[in-house]
């Protein structure tokens, strides 16, 4: 992480979000918006509505930083301080701005408009006004010291209106900015210390990485150095763990099987077990899954696999419920039963109970058939939580039908 | 906001924080617990993987409240700063836990541990461990000077097991916080606005409430006042929302359902159409779930209605996919083809597209079969996003069948 970057502060005011009552989308946003524009954000904060706490967090930042966003205490009532709370901060006087006002009456017309709304038409002397184009409060801008400090209202929307439609360029604009280069990968069905010993055997010693973990995936970005290093580091990482589970972009396994499947015009059908509908559910969280994803079936007791897909009862007494002979004739039955072009099944044991010395709790059978081929069949030995297996089996089974599909 | 409450500040921490590339939904969750053990949060923070921020924040923070609670940075990498700042900051070293290192090669049983995870057996000494029963990482607890520092770990999996199974339990303790009499309940499908507004009406002046909002569910919480009072204000909410929504206790739609089936030794069936899976994976969720599911079918397309459920197609035809009459027939054929107690079947319009001006988007049909009984078919309209649509339905479906059971 470099410092010569400008370095910014998002301070959230709201009692609302310091009990808990709301969440604060602010902090992620805005972050997002300056990182892009090459700040190097230091804090977000959210603080509740004391004037005491709010002076000091401002006072503090403007030492800090050469750019401060404060969201939310825009409003008509007792408790929004923003404007009082950075003027003190400046050190000067609240000025009435007929221009607002005025403005405010005719968002009202029609309507009567509170006296107290008179509140909002005050901004610190020597600041300017941002108009919102979609609320009542307006923002306004100035400085404490070198710093730029800009108040947003704190509804999602009027922020995020008033941002795109003029904050980012005054951003722009007053500050110089390079934006940096990033590669962006997806490591999935890899534990993250095992991916942070492979980055640094890997070679490209000026790039430096950053990741982020979610409950199904690690999403990593490589910076630094130039764009043939950065492309050396991910394809050393695509080496060391395969070109399954390491993935150019910041991308979910359900998307990438509903590209591939897309691309080709199929539609997949399933036959669930221990993972009792989360394939389903991650296939049809995506808008416009009806154009790949035709059902399935969640057979989740063994007599359900007999009843409902109509496998032979004989042959999972055989080879029993989690065996690569129930996952095959699990995908032979769905594609038989419906009219689907792939067909997708997962056998296993998810825990915490019903594991065995010969069939520990995370093995999985994961099968895959298309069309009129012969199954495709693989085990896999997950470990970690209940949850943890049925995320990792999901994640397996959509990697491995992409990859089959892609050839 | 009373000023004699302990203060208590969050301090969350990483760059794919401050970088906006995640949602930091633990300030929320943090706050709203805190808010209801009775602290004052006056500050939620975010900072980037930088070792000087976080020993600044660490210092101001330990000279401002009595407890702070810091999540994130425990993990196994070069960026997991947690274990160095708060040891810098209490100004101590760090100490090998043999403990944390046998615990962490149990769960690593069968692979191969990194060498890098040994970091994640160090603690600031005097420290205390706390155990996380669902991930690697252990958190720790111990003192700034005369604050009380607590560390999780960031997947918020992880860190709200830890909070709920241990944690809140040790602040408790550590602070001799009075408990208050608190009535838990929670509310289902209600908006908050709403919520709000009847609690206000309710009588019971002495009253007051906190409120913790997730996605699929508010729980609530009334203090104050007596024990009757309490009770009165809980009765008027069910009055007002009716019993199926406002349920005793904190807790979730599927837990409830199971419970039902459990209690009675029922099995259930599933037929899902727009939520794809999701009711499935919910009961799933819960260890042990093949004593009460049975299976399903997730018949997302019209097609797999006719071909997997064996619905007449000229019934779709003339009453169309989302309708009570399908909706019947769902669950009339999924009890039909599996030996289930109970069939629960929702068909409905999630959305973004499909919606008509007759059924728009959020129209759901929920059917519930018991045996040989007639279905029970219930309406729905939803509002929000396809994800809240397909959520609501869940919990509507759940809630419903639940108080069929019941009776």
């Known amino acids: 992480m470099s410092n ?4 910014a502060i998002v301070l959230s005011v709201g009692t609302e979000l310091t009990e808990g009552i709301i969440l604060n989308s ?28 709010f002076k000091a967090e401002l006072g503090r ?3 800090e930083c050469s750019l401060i966003i404060v969201t939310g205490g825009l409003g008509p009532t ?15 006087e609240l000025v009435f701005q007929q221009s607002i006002w005025e403005d405010l009456k005719k968002r009202y ?17 020597g600041f300017k006004i941002l108009k919102n184009p979609v609320g009542s409060a307006p923002g306004f801008y100035g400085r404490i010291n070198k710093s730029l400090i800009i108040a947003l209202p704190g509804p999602p929307g009027e922020l995020e209106a008033m941002y795109t439609s003029g904050v980012e360029r005054l951003i722009e604009n007053l500050f110089s900015l390079t934006v940096e280069q990033v590669l962006t990968g997806t490591a999935m069905l890899i534990p993250e210390s095992r991916l942070e010993e492979e980055l640094q055997k890997c070679p490209g010693r000026s790039v430096t990485w950053g990741t982020r973990v979610t409950d199904d995936r690690i999403a990593f970005y ?10 050396a580091v991910f394809s050393c990482l695509q080496e060391s763990f395969g070109s399954l589970y390491i993935r150019r972009g910041d991308v979910e396994p359900a998307q990438l099987l509903s590209r591939a499947l897309r691309s080709q015009g199929l539609k997949i059908a399933l036959a669930e077990s221990c993972t009792g509908g989360l394939l389903g559910k991650w296939l049809t969280d995506l808008p416009g899954s009806s154009d ?3 059902g399935g079936v969640t057979a989740y007791s063994i007599q359900a696999k007999i009843d409902l897909l109509g496998i032979d009862n004989r042959l999972v007494a055989e080879y029993g419920a989690v065996s690569s002979e129930t996952a095959a004739a699990m995908t032979e039955a769905i594609l038989k039963h419906c009219q689907a072009d792939v067909g997708l099944a997962v056998t296993g044991i998810a825990g915490p109970g019903g594991g065995t010395a010969q069939k520990p709790v995370g093995t999985v059978w994961i099968s895959f058939k298309w069309g009129d081929r012969k199954p495709l069949c ?10 943890q297996i049925r995320r990792k089996t999901a994640v397996a089974a959509f990697l491995l039908a992409e990859s089959e599909l892609k050839g």
Not at 109 to 125: C, D, L, M, V
């Open 4 to 7: 010569n970057k400008p370095r």
């Open 26 to 53: 602010h902090l992620q946003y805005l972050s997002s918006c300056l990182n892009r524009l090459g700040f190097m954000v230091i804090r977000g904060i959210q603080i509740p509505d004391i004037l005491g706490v």
């Open 61 to 63: 930042a403007a030492e």
């Open 78 to 92: 007792s408790d929004d301080l923003t404007r009082e709370a950075i003027a003190e901060a400046a050190g000067t």
């Open 109 to 125: 017309s029609g309507q009567k408009i509170a006296e107290t709304n008179r509140k909002q038409a005050y901004i610190p002397q």
């Open 222 to 231: 490589l910076r630094g150095g130039s764009e043939e290093e950065r492309k």
């Open 292 to 294: 790949i994803f035709w």
């Open 378 to 387: 693989r085990l896999f030995q997950f470990h970690g939580s209940r949850d």
